[in-house]
């Protein structure tokens, strides 16, 4: 009976520890990004695909955000509009970003209003967003 009993103590202080940890704690729940360079590449006549660079600051901040948030659920959102909803998989160190889709219509405008340099660009825990 007191075994039993100590592995079910042991079992609750493994899981408070794992909720408690002071690195959930402070993995930030969104980032605000900038543009550093972007390249428009077309991957066939119907589809492109735009290469986000981001500056030194926002791959710093980007990296934080995504070590703490692998295997959740991320909104990318530009100028306030859902771009995409991606499942972080890994950290990103390298401060690049992809957005692919059809050549014509909503990502060329995206094209151009991030090419202007005054778009916001931000990502955040889906569970975090407010639509």
């Known amino acids: 009976m007191l075994g039993k009993l100590s592995q ?12 408690a940890s002071p690195s959930a704690a402070q993995t930030p729940k969104a980032a605000d990004l900038v ?17 986000i660079l981001l500056t030194p600051e926002s791959r710093v901040a980007l990296t934080e955000f995504t070590e703490g948030a692998v295997g959740r659920k991320a909104d990318i959102r530009i ?20 957005v692919t889709g059809s050549a014509s219509g909503s990502l060329d405008q995206l094209r151009e209003r991030l090419q202007s340099g005054r778009t916001s660009l931000r990502i955040e825990l889906a569970d975090a967003s407010t639509n």
């Not at 079910?8 to 909720?19: K, N, Q």
């Not at 100028?79 to 992809?98: K, N, W």
């Open 79 to 98: 100028d306030g509009q859902l771009v995409m909803s991606p499942v972080i998989t890994e950290r990103i160190e390298d401060g690049r970003l992809q």
């Open 8 to 19: 079910i103590i042991s079992a609750a202080v493994v899981a408070a520890s794992i909720t």
């Open 35 to 51: 543009v550093e360079d972007l390249t428009v590449r077309a991957t066939d006549p119907a589809h492109m695909v735009i290469d």
